[in-house]
C-alpha cells in the first residue's frame, strides 16, 4: 500500500514540544527502560529522522555503541549529521529507503528500532523481512506506532466539527494488526506493550496548535475533509469552536496518546 504523505520538519517539531511541554509521562524514558541496550550493541535506527532515537541511545549507553541511523529525508539526515558533528560524536547517518532492500549484510545488528515511522511502509512485510534480515540471530527488534484508541478526544472533536467521518490514519489502522502479525510470523519471541500519556491543555490555544501542525502543511492524509482551496481554515475554526465548548464543559482538554511498542527477538 503506497501512502502518499511525509510530515513536515516543522510540524514534527512542534508536535514533539507540545509533547513535552503537555504530557504526563516520558516516552522517551519508557522506551529505553523497556529495551535496556547492552553497551557494545551494533544498533540500527530505521526511518531515523533528524536521529532522536540515535542521540538517545548515544546518550544511555555512554557512547559504548556502534550506532547507525538511515533515513529516506535528505533535509533530515542534513539535520542529524549536523547535530552529530555539533556533539563531536561517531555516529553514522546513511540514506535508507525502507521500502527497497537494505544496504547491509544479513546479521549485523543486535538491535534494529524503528520507532514511528513503519506505518508509512508500501510492502509491511518487506520492510520487516529486512529488518530481521539484517538482525543477528538472538538479536532485537523495536518499533512503535499508534494503537487504535490513540488521541480519541483528537479525532473526536474533529469529527463532530466536520460532521465526517475520520479517514482511516496508517498507524492507527496498522500498527496493531498488519505490523504487529507481520512481526508475529517472523520473530522467535513478541511483546506488546503500551504506553499512555496524558497530554493535558488548560486553554485552547496549544491544543490547537497541536490539531494544526496535525493537519496543515501536508493534507493528504485528511483529503476527504478538504474540497475546496480555503477549506483548511473554515475547519479549523470550527475546531476551535467545539474544542473551547469542551473546554468550558469540561474545565481542560485531556488528549491520551497510547502508543504500542512491539519488542521482538529473532
Known amino acids: 500500500m503506497k ?12 508536535r514533539i514540544d507540545i509533547h513535552s511541554k503537555f504530557g504526563a509521562l516520558d516516552i522517551d524514558r519508557w522506551m529505553l527502560d523497556l529495551i535496556k541496550l547492552q553497551r557494545g550493541s551494533k544498533i ?15 546518550d544511555e549507553l555512554q557512547g559504548a555503541a556502534d550506532i547507525t541511523g538511515g533515513d529516506v529525508s535528505e533535509e533530515l539526515l542534513r539535520q542529524a549529521k549536523a547535530e552529530n558533528e555539533r556533539r563531536n560524536i561517531a555516529i553514522q ?18 538491535f534494529v528500532s524503528c520507532c514511528f515511522a513503519i506505518y508509512y511502509a508500501e510492502n509491511i512485510p518487506h520492510t520487516i523481512s529486512e529488518m530481521h534480515r539484517v538482525t543477528k540471530p ?4 523495536f518499533t512503535t506506532g499508534p494503537m487504535p484508541t490513540n488521541k480519541k478526544l483528537f479525532y473526536d472533536i474533529i469529527e463532530e466539527a466536520t460532521n465526517k467521518p475520520i479517514p482511516p490514519m496508517p498507524g492507527s489502522s496498522r500498527y496493531s494488526t498488519e505490523i504487529l502479525s507481520t512481526i508475529k510470523a517472523l520473530y522467535a519471541k513478541v511483546e506488546l506493550h503500551i504506553f499512555e500519556n496524558p497530554l493535558t491543555f488548560e486553554s485552547v490555544e496549544p491544543y490547537l496548535a497541536y490539531t494544526r501542525a496535525s493537519m496543515s502543511e501536508d493534507r493528504k ?6 474540497v475546496e482551496k480555503d477549506d483548511f481554515e473554515k475547519i479549523m475554526t470550527q475546531i476551535e469552536q467545539v474544542a473551547k465548548k469542551r473546554l468550558d464543559q469540561d474545565g481542560k482538554l485531556v488528549m491520551t496518546k497510547v502508543v504500542g511498542g512491539i519488542l521482538a527477538t529473532k
Not at 540500527?44 to 548515544?58: A, E, H, N, R
Not at 547517518?93 to 543486535?110: G, I
Open 44 to 58: 540500527l535506527d530505521v526511518g531515523c529522522g533528524s536521529g532522536k532515537q540515535c542521540f538517545s541511545y548515544y
Open 3 to 14: 501512502i502518499d504523505f511525509q510530515e513536515t520538519t516543522k510540524d514534527l517539531a512542534v
Open 138 to 141: 538472538g538479536g532485537r527488534l
Open 93 to 110: 547517518f546513511d540514506h535508507l529507503d525502507f521500502n527497497q532492500s537494505f544496504r547491509y549484510p544479513e546479521n549485523t545488528f543486535d
Open 221 to 226: 492524509l485528511w483529503s476527504s475533509l478538504f
